[in-house]
Nanobody, 125 residues
Framework: EVQLVESGGGSVQAGGDLRLSCAASGYTYGGSCMGWFRQVGTKREGLAGIFSYDNTRYHESVKGRFTISKDNAKNILYLQMNSLKPEDTGLYYC????????????????????WGQGIYVIVSS
């Protein structure tokens, strides 16, 4: 059974930093897709992703502020979030495994097979 478990969320003031972690069990991060998504209301959007081992893609709204990385030995995916803004508030999910890793697929939530349970990030002004 595949499990993805997020941690590191919470409340922070604008300008602050947080690091999210996503520990995987029953699945090994490899050359497929892995990514971080944010859900606000019913909309789930891709923020950052890795595909084909070391290619990354970021949503325009987080470029230069967020960094996605992975620790292959520990099988953990990270999202370092710096200079947080109130509009970064939301329910954050990690996801893994897509059929056809690509630049277009990595930030598309419909491409992913496995999801974490979600964790809240709240940024106050």
């Amino acid at each position: 059974e595949v499990q993805l478990v997020e941690s590191g969320g919470g409340s922070v003031q604008a300008g602050g930093d947080l690091r999210l972690s996503c520990a995987a069990s029953g699945y090994t991060y490899g050359g497929s897709c892995m990514g971080w998504f944010r859900q606000v209301g019913t909309k789930r959007e891709g923020l950052a992703g890795i595909f084909s081992y070391d290619n990354t893609r970021y949503h325009e709204s987080v470029k230069g502020r967020f960094t996605i990385s992975k620790d292959n030995a520990k099988n953990i995916l990270y999202l370092q979030m710096n200079s947080l803004k109130p509009e970064d508030t939301g329910l954050y999910y990690c996801a893994a495994d897509c059929a056809y890793p690509s630049f277009s697929a990595v930030l598309d939530p419909h491409e992913y097979n496995y999801w974490g349970q979600g964790i809240y990030v709240i940024v106050s002004s």
